[in-house]
């Protein structure tokens, strides 16, 4: 008699097998946990990513033009143009929209932080490229 309440617990874990959440997966699988609701790790990530897709594009695009911010503050710099127009900002591809927190220098100015390079704001002044070298 204990025999068959054992095949009955046997029977009802061999059914609660489920399929991979991912969409493009069509496998069968029986679940280590209740919450668990992908087959294997690489379809937990995919799920992600695909989840995630456009917050993921947002930060990459946002990251990409960052760099290029830096760059551009750089290239400036480097020109001998420490205290650039917007206009000279914009044309070497400064996004004003893309920036990291804002910091405040020593002395009170505004500043956006770009890698090595800090961008300074004050109000009705020409802006202004530091180089901080670490």
């Keep these: 008699m204990d025999a068959s309440p054992n095949n009955n617990s046997k029977e009802i874990q061999k059914s609660t097998k489920i399929k991979c959440a991912l ?18 790790d690489a379809c937990r990530f995919r799920g992600y990513k695909e989840r995630h897709a456009p ?7 946002w990251q990409d033009q960052f760099k290029l911010n830096a760059a551009g503050l750089k290239k400036l710099f480097d020109l001998g143009e420490e205290h650039p127009t917007q206009k000279e900002l914009i044309i070497a591809g400064f996004d004003f929209s893309v920036r990291d927190q804002q910091r405040k220098t020593s ?16 109000e009705n002044k020409p802006y202004q490229i530091y180089h901080h070298k670490p």
Excluded: H, M, Q, V
Aim: charged share 30%; glycine share 2%; net charge positive.
């Design 55 to 61: 917050k993921l594009k947002f930060l990459k695009s």
């Design 107 to 122: 002395d009170g100015r505004k500043a956006f932080i770009y890698f090595d390079y800090a961008l300074i704001i004050e």
């Design 23 to 40: 969409s493009t997966c069509a496998t069968d699988f029986e679940p280590t946990n209740s919450k668990k609701r992908y087959c294997c």
